[in-house]
């Protein structure tokens, strides 16, 4: 009786390899080789379901009639056009992780020139950033890598020179007492490129946007960005704008403290954050492919400011991505030539 049943199971190994494997099919895999055979393509990644909705929902992503969707270790490409761009449109998920498994699922299976990104982000500096503005940022940080030093401090070999979030600042009263929190101490990543030999990699804090792409996204900054809902009184009391700004952090945790984010602002000069754009412009340095994020401003991270209201902004931010992204990719559509690989010049 053994025999036989290790018989049997040895055929059932022969008759569906796929499923002892995780690997892709024959099928998917022809399938991206028609795919990749048309030329290469713009990778417009949505951090979630709600903004994926938006685009598919305003008509202006026109699917490929031949093969509109690939699915691959659970995640779903779909081919398409936007503007006369060649597009596959990608949904991470939230965080970190899903954002940097969707990216390199991406760039390793297709055909991609340069990764565009949009999702939603509170603004660290609610007197330049306000809600209803879109942000697109020079220089990203993953702001979640952290040495946590003992209680009295210690000396680890660890970066001290980013950024020092020591606790005690914050306590509540005027006397300064320790705190047994002491303090975390900002680190960089380590990226392996494709450039660079397997397994050497580079320090590197901040990730720089391909330098073409934020040249272009410049063209972008008058596009209209509807202030009122319809023709209702429901209005941003300040226009929104599409706005450049020099830097934007992520990190793997939603930000809604303001002592923190006026942290991030005073120290690193951060402007936006968000959960996902970091993680993709990792992905894209090491792979060494074009990238810019666009992300819409919807909050304050826990703090407040005169203004515009984030209740009304819920019922904005889906026409400011079609407005923003339409207005990019006609611009990509009119000057598009060679995207220089993402580069970041500052280790920290």
């Known amino acids: 009786m053994a025999f036989h049943n290790s018989a049997f199971f040895l055929l059932l190994l022969i008759a569906f390899p796929l499923l002892s494997h995780a690997e892709i099919s024959e099928e998917v ?191 972008i900054e008058d596009t209209l960005l509807d202030r009122c809902v319809g023709k209702s009184l429901i209005c941003l009391e300040q226009q929104p704008k599409i706005k450049r700004v020099e830097k934007g952090g992520s990190a793997n945790f939603y930000v809604n403290n303001e002592a923190y984010r006026d942290f991030l602002k005073t120290q690193l000069n951060i402007a936006s954050l968000d959960t996902e754009s970091a993680a993709i412009a990792m992905v894209c340095e090491g792979e060494r492919k074009a990238f810019l994020a666009m992300r819409s401003i919807t909050n304050y991270a826990g703090g407040s400011s005169a203004g515009n209201d984030a209740s009304v902004i819920q019922q904005l931010w889906y026409f400011h991505a079609h407005a923003a992204i339409v207005a990019l990719f006609k611009k990509l559509a009119v000057g598009d030539s060679y995207l220089e690989s993402v580069t970041g010049s500052e280790i920290w």
Request: glycine share 8%; hydrophobic share 40%; net charge positive.
């Open 29 to 219: 895999a022809q399938k991206i080789k028609r795919i990749n055979a048309k030329g290469e393509y713009y990778g417009l990644v949505v951090s979630g379901e709600a903004e994926l909705k938006v685009v598919l929902a305003q008509g202006w992503f026109r699917p490929d009639q031949d093969l509109p969707t690939v699915d691959i270790s659970a995640r779903r490409f779909r081919v398409g056009d936007v503007q006369g761009c060649r597009t596959i449109l990608a949904m991470t998920g939230s965080g970190s992780v899903n954002a940097a498994q969707a990216t390199q699922l991406l760039l390793t299976h297709f055909r991609v020139k340069g990764v565009i990104h949009y999702g939603r982000a509170a603004s660290a500096r609610p007197n330049d950033l306000s809600i209803g503005d879109i942000a697109i940022p020079r220089q990203l940080a993953h702001t979640g890598v952290w040495y946590w030093e003992k209680f009295g401090g210690d000396e680890g070999s660890f970066t001290r020179e980013i950024a020092n979030l020591t606790f005690s600042k914050y306590n509540v009263g005027e006397k300064r007492v320790n705190n047994k929190l002491q303090s975390v101490y900002f680190q960089p990543e380590t990226v392996y490129s494709v450039k660079a030999k397997p397994e050497v990699g580079t320090a590197k804090f901040w990730f720089r946007v391909d330098d073409k792409l934020f040249a272009t996204a410049r063209e």
